[in-house]
């Protein structure tokens, strides 16, 4: 019985919603698998740790979704410039392409922000030209 108690609080001490920032983490990489269509992707350790890392330089929760923003609007990238259509293989929507560092932060960010005055919106996407 002892080591199954000590078995279950290492897993919960495991279990991300626990940690210091813990819930908002995971609401940053839910967000991700929500707006990028990544549903078969999982809430991985690394994910939650890179989201945690930009948490802990000072970012907000909202900064984080706007560098997100700019992966759904925006997720082909030829020659370093971000593009709504592109090839397969020119798609780069990876969580560590919006959170890989604060460079890749401001600079997502930025074009989120841009996106939605052009018209991007999470829940339904880029609108039609009227």
């Given at each position: 019985r002892k080591?199954?108690?000590q078995e279950k609080m290492?897993?919960?001490?495991?279990?991300?919603?626990?940690?210091p920032n813990g819930k908002e983490r995971v609401q940053v990489v839910e967000y991700w698998r929500e707006v990028c269509g990544k549903?078969?992707?999982?809430?991985?350790?690394?994910?939650?740790?890179?989201?945690?890392a930009r948490l802990g330089d000072g970012y907000t929760v909202e900064q984080l979704k706007l560098a997100i923003d700019a992966?759904?609007?925006?997720?082909?990238?030829?020659?370093?410039k971000r593009l709504k259509t592109g090839r397969p293989d020119d798609r780069h929507d990876q969580l560590k392409d919006a959170l890989g560092d604060s460079e890749k932060?401001?600079?997502?960010?930025?074009?989120?922000?841009?996106?939605?005055?052009?018209?991007?919106?999470?829940?339904?996407?880029?609108?039609?030209?009227?």
């Open positions: 080591y199954r108690r290492l897993e919960e001490e495991r279990d991300p919603r626990n940690q549903q078969k992707s999982i809430v991985s350790k690394d994910r939650v740790k890179m989201a945690g992966l759904a609007a925006f997720p082909f990238r030829v020659f370093d932060v401001e600079a997502m960010a930025n074009l989120g922000h841009q996106a939605r005055r052009q018209g991007w919106t999470p829940d339904h996407g880029w609108r039609e030209a009227a």
